[in-house]
């Protein structure tokens, strides 16, 4: 019989890898940022099954919080003009 934490974390794992893939496949860096934070969150979701709660909670302060915020931050301010001629 199949446990019920290893069916979550099949779950949790086949997200996290999704998640991943659609960060480097991405062709807006917004949506970029967006499944970042979804793969660093269901890490954390990882971390939690293997009962390291302190881990997890690290991993969604410091990565799954900052990061994307830093991310998003740093296009917002440095964004250009795409195909804009210079006078």
Not at 35 to 61: D, K, N
Not at 66 to 83: K, S
């Amino acid at each position: 019989m199949v446990d019920g934490i290893l069916v979550v974390f099949v779950i949790v794992s086949a997200i996290e890898v999704a998640a991943s893939l659609l960060v480097v496949t991405a062709k807006k860096l917004m949506w970029a940022a967006f499944w970042l934070a979804i793969a660093l969150v269901t890490m954390a979701g990882i971390f939690i099954l293997f009962r390291s709660e302190y881990v997890a909670i690290i991993q969604i302060i410091v990565y799954a919080g900052a990061v994307p915020v830093l991310f998003l931050f740093g296009i917002m301010l440095t964004r250009t003009r795409v195909m804009e001629e210079v006078p």
